[in-house]
């Protein structure tokens, strides 16, 4: 069934208090609930439940005929005639969290009971209007001999045996948690400004205290942080942070009780790459930061979404900004966007930021809703300036604090707050797709003309697309590299519209779309020499580094499609390798070319039918040319930037290995994978050692150094899906489908921990030319699979359908085979509704 945004009503019910008891066990559990509810309007009594065994249900006490739920209904209707002004409901209901391997609701991982309850996972531990706009305060009393009893809010009693917490603010049901297990705690605490001490505590199996440092510090960083920049302080006694091994997504922000995936907690130089560093201190930023914007003020149903995630991302980058390099972080921000969204809104999957329909929520936890619901924010900060935005930001808290709202409201507030019409701004969040913005010039007698014009492909559902505003941010660079005008942002709000600029003494170069001030495609008529003068003097580094990316793109994409190319770029690498030791980060960010599936999106952008093979090997020989050109400058530099002293998972020293890391991937390709064989030996954190062995895997060198890996870290799980996911990720498409068929027939090859799983399918399908191997076989292999995880977690299925989004862009043979294996997954009997939804819009799709 489809669930349509024009059909929400408000709930006729309020809760002013909601009481749990859990009696744990591990195929047993007991829930009893008493809910207080107050009469709000008309209606009658509904509650959700899923998969529950019901003991007994009342209303005051009297019983209710249990033959109120009918079989496969998971509504609980209780008619308005039955039901005074207010009442409690009371319920006793048995789960089984040991049979629980979709990981929604109460479930056991290693031993330790937790939950997820986003999106409508608690209607799995009982019956509740399981909706966001039905907050309360709980009080929760967990019954269990694990040491261990969290739950939301503040403690009120912890015995053997018995613990009681008590969450004064009120919430959605999405928000709450329980975790009981035996866990030790590394634990600090942070005064808040108005004084509040707080007890935190990171939670992990006994045996990974010391793993759990960096995520403290970076919690600590967030709390100073959003005190400082958003003047937000935390509200409780106590925060806890608890690492499961077993989890659908990265982390959830449950109100004074985060729940994350191990992955994006535990750490050591040992054990974590500086990628891994940087995504923790994010993702702990991410759901501390949601405390605020997503629990204090929530969404008013799911339709929502981006009200809480765009505005979070959006805050963790600005905190990654502050906490790394701004540059660095706006830079790989933009390539993520670029290779999940961009590819989305290309697609059949398509939908705006926020969707009007929707068979499965869960389906649209995406870049959509996420990245690029942060970029539409970055737009409206960018359009009403700093102050604005700041403005905005407080109405926002001071309005709504303890509601559950709308994108209506939120663009209310910049309304009233900066006095601006946003109306047509709007249609960011209600239009999909990605809009192309093509730029043509004119230049006489020192004017510059820009002319622009928008135009955005239909999607699915949504013929027409009207013009958005479009903030175009630019400078101008003069033919000797001198900027002759600073970023200037223009606003772009009809089909076409042209901006000029007088008193130029020469033609310049336009520096377009500083910090990707815009989540929109460029069409323009640019040249090599005009890119490489880019490349070389533009005062912005995210337009710096397009010019240079842009510039190998076309290379890659003449060589791939039977020309010439690529020169150019190997060129302006000279300048590039110069100046490398003074910016590394930014030096190994220009060094790593476009990967193979953006080079696909391209050319099937540009109209013409991508070639797997084709483009492989066209990057391979790029590479292979940029590597003989600056042999000597690539190898001076790999060995200028060797590890000194200790490792420190800073944004200096990540830079450092991230530039050691690209000039070995060119030097590989003379050496034979010599050095990545030296460097896997000596290196002493993971960061080198994956990045040794990704290459020695390239080479075919990599025997000894897998062994060497698997008996150095066959007991860690998380190092062990790096393992897993390297080989198919860097195994030379011929051979990564057989290889990944091996791997998948491994003892250690935990299919059901969604980790692993994500580790080697996710790290195939991430092998473009490999999953789209002419034959299918890779298509094949990840059908196979996705039918076998379905019936066990149809979350983690079908997240990865999206493998599938890209299809039409292929060759006729490619796409046959590809839809033939989509046919195969509906056909599944019992197929779960959220694999259903995803390949029956995938299937319908363009
Ligand atoms: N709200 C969480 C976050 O963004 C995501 C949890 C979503 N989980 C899910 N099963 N849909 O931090
Ligand atoms: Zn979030």
């Not at 010599?674 to 993971?686: D, F, I, Q, V, W």
């Not at 493998?803 to 019992?830: C, H, K, M, N, W």
């Amino acid at each position: 069934v489809t669930q349509y945004l024009a059909d929400w009503r408000p709930y006729p019910f309020e809760i002013t208090q909601t009481r749990l008891e859990f009696d744990i066990a591990p195929r047993a559990t007991r829930v009893r609930s008493q809910i207080d509810f107050r009469r709000f309007g008309a209606g009658d009594l509904v509650l959700d439940g899923a998969g529950l065994r019901t003991l007994s249900l009342t209303i005051d006490g009297r019983a209710l005929p249990l033959d109120l739920i009918r079989e496969d209904d998971e509504r609980l209707v209780i008619p308005a005639a039955d039901l005074p002004a207010s009442f409690t409901f009371a319920a006793e209901v048995e789960i089984n969290p040991e049979a629980n391997t979709a990981l929604e609701g109460l479930y056991l991982s290693g031993g330790m009971f937790c939950t997820q309850c986003e999106a409508e996972g608690f209607r799995h531990i009982t019956w509740y209007p399981d909706r966001p706009d039905v907050m309360a305060p709980f009080q929760v009393t967990i019954n269990s001999d694990m040491p261990v009893l969290l739950s939301n809010g503040n403690p009120v009693s912890q015995a053997p045996g018995r613990a009681v917490w008590q969450d004064p603010w009120k919430k959605p049901a999405y928000l709450f948690a329980l975790v009981a297990g035996d866990l030790r705690a590394i634990s600090d605490s942070f005064t808040t400004m108005s004084g509040r001490k707080v007890a935190l505590n990171v939670w992990v199996r006994p045996g990974d205290e010391g793993r759990a440092g960096y995520a403290m510090e970076s919690l600590i960083r967030s709390m100073k942080w959003d005190e400082e920049v958003y003047g937000r302080e935390y509200d409780l006694d106590v925060f806890n942070i608890v690492a499961v091994d077993d989890f659908n997504m990265g982390a959830m922000e449950n109100k004074g009780l985060n729940i994350f995936n191990s992955k994006l907690v535990l750490a050591t130089a040992e054990t974590a790459t500086d990628d891994d560093y940087e995504r923790i201190e994010a993702v702990i930023g991410h759901e501390y930061f949601h405390n605020w914007t997503g629990n204090r003020i929530t969404c008013r149903d799911w339709f929502q979404l981006c009200l809480k995630e765009g505005l979070t991302v959006f805050r963790d980058q600005q905190f990654t900004s502050d906490m790394r390099s701004a540059a660095v972080k706006r830079i790989r921000d933009v390539q993520t966007l670029r290779a999940r969204q961009f590819r989305e809104d290309a697609g059949p999957l398509a939908h705006p930021p926020r969707p009007d329909h929707y068979q499965e929520i869960n389906n649209f936890y995406t870049a959509t809703v996420y990245e690029k619901g942060a970029e539409v924010i970055g737009m409206l900060k960018r359009l009403v300036g700093d102050e604005g935005y700041r403005a905005a930001l407080d109405l926002y808290f001071d309005r709504h604090d303890g509601q559950a709202c709308t994108i209506e409201d939120w663009i209310a507030v910049f309304q009233d707050a900066t006095g601006r019409d946003l109306t047509q701004f709007k249609r960011w969040y209600t239009d999909a797709g990605t809009p192309r913005l093509t730029l043509s010039e004119d230049w006489a007698e020192g004017r510059l003309t820009l002319n622009f014009s928008q135009d955005t492909a239909p999607t699915p559902g949504q013929a027409d697309k009207p013009a958005r505003v479009i903030p175009i941010a630019l400078g101008l660079i003069g033919p000797n590299g001198d900027e002759v005008l600073p970023t200037t942002v223009l606003e772009m709000t009809e089909p076409s519209q042209s901006f000029s600029f007088d008193g130029l003494g020469a033609r310049p170069v336009v520096s377009l779309l500083r910090g990707f001030s815009a989540p929109v495609t460029v069409s323009r008529e640019i040249c090599a020499t005009e890119q490489a003068l880019l490349l070389a003097h533009d005062t912005d580094p995210y337009a710096r580094w397009q010019a240079g990316h842009d510039l190998a793109l076309d290379g890659l994409i003449a060589r791939a499609t039977g020309h010439d190319g690529g020169e150019e770029f190997n060129r302006a690498l000279a300048g590039v390798l110069t100046d490398a030791t003074a910016d590394p980060a930014f030096a190994a960010l220009c060094l790593v070319l476009p990967g193979e599936e953006e080079i696909a999106t391209t050319i099937a952008a540009r109209g013409a039918i991508p070639d797997p093979d084709a483009i492989h090997a066209a990057r391979r020989a790029l590479m292979l040319d940029i590597a003989t050109t600056h042999e000597r400058a690539l190898a001076r530099l790999y060995d200028a930037m060797t590890q000194t002293g200790d490792y420190r998972p800073d944004a200096e020293g990540a830079a450092r290995r991230s530039l050691r890391l690209a000039c070995l991937a060119y030097l590989s390709r003379l050496d034979g994978g010599a050095r990545a064989e030296a460097l896997y030996k000596s290196a002493t954190n993971m960061t080198e050692r994956q990045g040794a062995l990704e290459q020695l895997i390239a080479t075919g060198r990599d025997k000894d150094a897998l062994a060497d890996f698997a008996a150095e870290f066959g007991g860690n799980r998380l190092v062990m899906d790096k393992w897993f996911m390297v080989q198919p990720l860097r195994t030379a498409p011929g051979n990564a489908v057989a290889r990944t068929r091996e791997l998948a027939a491994r003892p250690d090859f935990d299919w059901k921990n969604p980790n692993r799983f994500r580790a080697l399918i996710g790290g195939l399908t991430a092998n473009h030319a490999a999953f789209h191997a002419a034959d299918g076989s890779g298509y094949d292999f990840l059908a196979e699979w996705l039918m076998r995880l379905d019936p066990v977690n149809p979350q983690t299925t079908a997240r990865m359908c999206s493998a599938f989004e890209t299809i039409s862009r292929y060759d006729s043979g490619r796409q046959a085979l590809a839809r033939a294996a989509l046919v195969r997954i509906a056909a599944l009997p019992g197929l779960s509704r959220n694999t259903a939804e995803m390949v029956t819009r995938i299937l319908a799709g363009p």
